[in-house]
């Protein structure tokens, strides 16, 4: 029986993974985080496109039949050549998918004035992929970014609830503010677990897309359409953890993302 495989540069989509697994307990699931090699947010595109590639040619290899990029710096910098060069070339009849486009498809339905705001890695917002993927949906949307390269080595740091957190967020949500978005996208697997801090500092009008249930509800609705993916899977709730680091960190911060104890294996790629 085949797995539903779900790839981040490292703790953040272990997020991502509980809300799917939230929504479809019943699948089984291989979870890779990168760490090893993480963070990618500031890496080059050419070298987050090569990790990924590797990422998913273990998944594969290892009985996936799909693939969620959870990581947004990955869906920004490497999805679209993954899906148009590397997949046709190597596994015609596999499926890779990543986050971008889900919170894109839920901010267009949620805006009313057209005025979308995004935070995300330094990565994600270079590729201006986020701006590409709400445009091509509503045209006359305008995407205001910003990067915040200090978000996720607080929330490793375990810091949400802290001062700290507020000034940094605070800072980084000003300009956002001034643009009167009514729609925020947190564009980075870690965001989510900042979404209480966000809310106290943006208020209560601004809608805001946390990536794990809309992530999801989109798995839930695309597998529905693809039955010939869907009867691969396994149904025993199985999650297999692998990490590129076989460190205590993994399983300690990792419990804290996931929401309960984890355990993983080493992975080589
Ligand atoms: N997972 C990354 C993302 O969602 C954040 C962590 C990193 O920079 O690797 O963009």
Redesign the pocket.
């Known amino acids: 029986m085949k797995y539903i495989g779900v790839f ?3 703790f ?2 272990l997020t991502i993974l509980r809300g799917i697994k939230k929504k479809m307990p019943y699948y089984n699931y291989i979870y890779l985080g990168d760490n090893a090699r ?5 890496r080059s595109p050419d070298l987050v496109f090569e990790f990924t590639r590797q990422a998913v040619d273990f998944l594969f290899k290892n009985k996936c039949e799909i693939v969620i990029l959870a ?3 990955a869906s920004s910098e490497a999805l679209r050549k993954i899906q148009q060069e590397y997949l046709p070339q190597n596994y015609p009849d596999k499926k890779v998918l990543g986050v971008l486009i889900p919170a894109s498809e839920e901010a267009v339905v949620k805006t009313i004035n057209k005025r979308i705001g995004v935070i ?2 330094e ?2 917002v270079k590729s201006r992929a986020f701006v590409r993927e709400i445009k091509k949906l509503e045209p006359e949307a305008k995407v205001f970014q910003v990067a915040c390269p200090l978000l ?1 080595p607080l929330v490793e740091a375990g810091k949400q609830n802290s001062k700290l957190a507020d000034l940094m967020l605070g800072d980084y949500l000003k300009p956002l503010l001034k643009k009167r978005i009514d729609v925020l996208i947190l564009g ?3 965001y989510g677990l900042l979404e209480k801090k966000i809310r106290q500092i943006i208020g209560p009008k601004i809608k805001i897309i946390s990536e794990a249930p809309v992530v999801a509800d989109k798995l839930k609705d695309y597998l529905k359409r693809h039955k010939d993916i869907e009867e691969k899977i396994g149904r025993d709730g199985k999650i297999i953890f692998y990490s590129t680091d076989l460190s205590d960190k993994f399983q300690k911060l990792g419990s804290k993302f996931f929401g309960q104890k984890i355990k993983n294996y080493i992975a080589h790629l």
């Open positions: 981040d540069s490292g953040g989509g993480a963070p990618y947010g500031s990581c947004n710096t995300a890695t990565g994600t996720v980075c697997t870690h």
